[in-house]
């Protein structure tokens, strides 16, 4: 007999960040297993809603990443791929989560996700939307570049000039025009309110930058060879950060993955796609639990 889905807050003081940790209870009375998940670049726990709502047997671990959403950021370590990894790798320690967890990361958190699978044992490892090529040698190199500028000088600019050109609506909005491939209206405008109620969402400026730093130099092909894990990789054939090709790049480059290219969407499965993103983990996490 299920119960209704609970989500219990933690806070957890690591690196010198007060973390917080979104725990999505299974509706069952005996959980199918745990995952833990993170989240991309300029989101937080919310953006792994959709999914989460549709694995309801599972218990899903979210925490928002030092710096963004409800977490403020470290201090005793770089906002970097490196930094988080280890400051994911003492929360769960803290939650006493062990090798039977799975681990997920979308987008940015396939990047921290696949560096946290080369530092400790998982079940599995499910990957969102990675990263496998490095933005600044992709069609996206110059407005990665250009980003970049952005996010840096505003973090050099007085607080009141740099903050609110972080948070423009004309920013984010244009983000999520460029990026949604979906043509369903309603799909569109949730996409768009849930960039502009938590794209906002980070604590320091200058954290921000180096995230973002991190985010467009680094993929998972420079952890992958480590992995021996099986691997579930789910991609976007739209994708303007992981064309079909360097996806079976990535892929090849693992001990042992397999990799689902979804039709009509982009970098934003886990809003337009959430219901076929979440089959596929259900079936593979299932296949691998055999």
Not at 58 to 80: I, Q, R, W
């Amino acid at each position: 007999m299920s119960s209704p889905r609970e989500l219990v807050v933690s806070t957890h003081h690591l690196a010198g960040s007060k973390l917080k940790v979104f725990n999505y209870l299974s509706t069952l009375s005996q959980p199918a297993g745990v995952i833990f998940a993170v989240h991309g670049f300029r989101g937080d726990h919310h953006g792994l809603e959709r999914i989460i709502s549709n694995l309801p047997e599972y218990t899903v671990v979210v925490p928002d990443l030092p710096g963004f959403g409800a977490s403020s950021s470290m201090t005793e370590l770089a906002h970097d791929v490196q930094g988080y990894a280890e400051v994911l790798l003492l929360l769960l320690e803290d939650l006493e989560l062990g090798a039977g967890t799975h681990l997920l990361g979308h987008s940015f958190g396939s990047i921290v996700a696949a560096k946290l699978a080369t530092l400790r044992e998982f079940s599995t490892l499910t990957l969102l939307n990675p990263i496998s090529e490095p933005a600044l040698e992709s069609s996206q190199a110059f407005l990665a570049k250009l980003t970049s500028f952005y996010y840096s000088t505003c973090a050099k600019l007085p607080a009141g000039i740099g903050e609110p050109a972080l948070r423009s609506k004309l920013f984010t909005d244009s983000m999520s025009l460029v990026m949604t491939k979906s043509r369903d209206p309603q799909m569109r405008r949730y996409v768009r309110e849930q960039h502009r109620a938590y794209f906002g969402g980070f604590h320091s400026r200058a954290t921000l930058a180096q995230s973002y730093d991190a985010s467009i130099n680094h993929t998972v092909g420079e952890y992958s060879p480590e992995i021996a894990v099986s691997t579930l990789m789910i991609g976007g054939m739209r994708d303007e950060l992981g064309s079909p090709a360097t996806q079976e790049a990535l892929r090849a480059s693992f001990a042992e993955a397999q990799l689902i290219m979804l039709e009509n969407v982009g970098h934003l499965i886990h809003y337009e796609k959430a219901p076929e993103v979440a089959a596929a983990v259900r079936e593979f996490l299932v296949l691998q639990s055999k």
